[in-house]
Each structure stands twice: as structure tokens, then as C-alpha cells.
């Protein structure tokens, strides 16, 4: 439902690491410029998008949207250059119900078969705090282009302990009004706004 989805704030700062084993892990705030510039990939088995709606006044019910892809472009002595384009597939939308699964796919909901993806793209990148950043752009969902903000927060970054890549992480979050994209459906007994949480990888590219 609503995606994604995401990202680049990295820059906004950094994290210490130890080694063990040849590996890197996330310790304590480090200057932003350990954080290697350059273009990264979204590591897809790794990031994932959470929607969030109310369910008719009872309680909050979420699914998730595996599968992202996308680029980021990064210098963490320049956040403000920083930027994002991920997209997100509508048809691996999962509640974990199948049925509710189909219904979300089909043309009363986001429409898979006509629009297949959710794209955000950045504009903005604003620092807000020594690992924090401010992320605006425009997302393209069910086929309408509005404004998005994301809040994210850096993670951690260093060498993947697996597969050797340089790789940063982060989480983000935003909301959105799906009517503003033409997802009407039991609006409001099923909420208007929606809330988005990501947490994402990205490996930095050769």
C-alpha cells in the first residue's frame, strides 16, 4: 500500500564499527565522512516497506511490500546532493492473507495489473540531526504523483560480513492520504492515512 519508499540520509551520519571475523558492525556515532560517497544499489533481500491502517475504528493492521529496487547517490560532505530512486512492486503486497492479498492487488485497490510499481523519488535531502535527515521528493502510486516526506535515521555502515559489500542501512518513515491517489476503498472505516516504516540496504557499486 504504500511505499516506499526511501532513503539516502546515510550521509547524514555514521557509525563506528568494530571488526570481528573480517566483519563490521554498528557501534557509536562516527564522523559522516567514514561513510564512503559514491552510487549504491538497493540490496533487495534486505529492505522492506510496512503499511499501516486503521481497521474500522478496532485496531491497527499492517502489510508489508518485499522486493524493492532502486539506486541511491551519495557524498556525505555534500547531503544536500543526495539522490534516491526506489521503486516498490504492487504485486508482492502481503498481509499474510490470502485472500486480502488479491483484493489489495486488484483494480478496487492499486490496480497491479495497471500499475505495477510504487516510485519514490527524491528532490530534497535536509540534515536534522547528527544521524537524521529529511527526505522529500514525489511518489507514484495507482498512477497519481504527489509530494512525500520521509524521516530517516542512518543505521549503520561498513563491510557486509557475507558478501563483502560496502553497504549502508537506514529506516524511514512517512504518511500519506491514499484517497489523494484515487484509493478510495471503505475510506474512512478503513483509515485515509496510512503509515509507511521502511528499513533498507543499499551496496555501494563498483
Known sequence: MKSHALAAL????????????G????????????????????????TLARFTVNH???NDFFGVIPGASGTLTLN???LADTKLDVSLPVAAISTTNAT???????ADWFDAATYPTIRF?????VQTSANTARISGTITLHGVSRPFTLDAKLGGAGVNMMDKAYTVGFSASG???????????????VSDEVRIDI???FEKQP
Open 121 to 125: 523519488v527524491s528532490n530534497k535531502v
Open 56 to 58: 474500522f475504528g478496532f
Open 23 to 46: 566483519s563490521v558492525f554498528a557501534d557509536a556515532p562516527a564522523a559522516p565522512e567514514t561513510i564512503q560517497a559514491g552510487s549504491y544499489k538497493v540490496e533487495t533481500n534486505h
Open 76 to 78: 556525505p560532505k555534500a
Open 175 to 189: 504518511t500519506l492520504k491514499r484517497s489523494d491517489f484515487g484509493v478510495t476503498k471503505y475510506v474512512p472505516a
Open 199 to 201: 528499513t533498507a540496504a
Open 10 to 21: 546515510l550521509a547524514a551520519t555514521a557509525v563506528s564499527a568494530v571488526s570481528l571475523s
Open 100 to 106: 486480502l492479498d488479491g483484493e489489495l492487488k486488484s
